[in-house]
């Protein structure tokens, strides 16, 4: 009896060491404090949306990214004391990778909308235009397609997960004669000008620096009803265990507004991406 007594607590005692150590081991670590530890913070973004990043054909490895997102990511890596890591990806791997965990923040011109903020950590904007959100098309189509009713005749293409594409489903939903969608939005101002497709929903502040760098390519007057809030860019975090990333990220924003920096910044690099021709 007294064997088995002793077994027992034994077991018993064992069980409570074990879920002693499992919960030490389990704890979740602080977004901030893992990126410290390892040294650098890991930016994801689809370079491909002048100028707020774009790639320059005259430069290799990561300093081939460039554009406003890029240096404020680098304000913000600078802030925390640690390298910046850039992966490139489609828009919609960015946005799934950074709400599923797998980047610590993504900024890509990322505009604000119901559906991420619920999926995704979104920080204050840090750069805002007044431009709006309209259609790129053919100069020759400009009075031909210049309201949502002249549509139904048009070939309407965007950026697959943009707020583009919410705008058409919320204003359009298939009032076109065909509607498709393109991993970047270069490609679908790139449909426009072959005559691939007739309209672009576009950010129009990017669309006419396609149209001044290209030519034969015009934007209609129409501009979408959006929250305002849509018209500011935000840098993008995971949901979970990133409230104080997201503090520090806050503060380097207003720092940056502050003094004029994104301003600046985008001004700088709309210059630079239009003498490298790209849009």
């Not at 404020?72 to 489609?90: M, S, W």
């Not at 950074?98 to 604000?112: E, L, M, P, R």
């Not at 583009?164 to 498709?180: D, P, R, V």
């Amino acid at each position: 009896m007294k064997k088995a007594m002793a077994i027992l607590l034994a077991a018993v005692l064992a069980l409570a060491c074990t879920a002693c150590g499992g919960s030490k081991n389990g704890e979740t670590k602080d977004r901030l404090a893992q990126i410290k530890e390892k040294g650098y913070i890991e930016l994801c973004t689809e370079p491909y949306f002048a100028p707020y990043e774009y790639v320059d054909p005259n430069k290799s490895g990561e300093d081939q990214y460039q554009g406003m997102d890029i240096e404020v990511a680098r304000y913000i890596a600078d802030k925390l004391g640690v390298d910046l890591k850039i992966t490139a990806l489609d828009f919609t791997a960015v946005l799934a990778g950074v709400a599923d965990g797998k980047y610590d923040f993504a900024i890509s011109a990322i505009a604000y909308a119901p559906s991420r903020a619920e999926a995704m950590r979104l920080s204050d904007v840090y750069y805002s235009s007044n431009t709006g959100y309209g259609f790129i098309v053919r100069t020759e189509d400009i009075d031909k397609y210049n309201d949502l009713d002249s549509l139904k005749d048009a070939v309407v293409i965007t950026q697959s997960g943009s707020v583009q594409e919410a705008l058409y489903n919320q204003y359009i939903n298939g009032a076109c004669k065909e509607f498709k969608l393109v991993a970047n939005m270069t490609d679908g101002y790139l449909a426009v000008a072959e005559g691939k497709a007739d309209v672009c929903i576009c950010s129009t502040a990017s669309a006419q620096l396609y149209a001044d760098a290209n030519g034969g390519m015009s934007i209609p007057d129409y501009r979408f009803e959006v929250d305002p809030n849509m018209n500011g860019a935000c840098v993008a975090m995971p949901m979970d265990d990133t409230e104080s990333l997201a503090e520090v990220v806050n503060q380097c924003i207003a720092e940056l507004k502050e003094n004029g920096q994104t301003d600046a910044w985008y001004s700088e690099y709309e210059e630079q991406a239009a003498a490298l021709g790209i849009e």
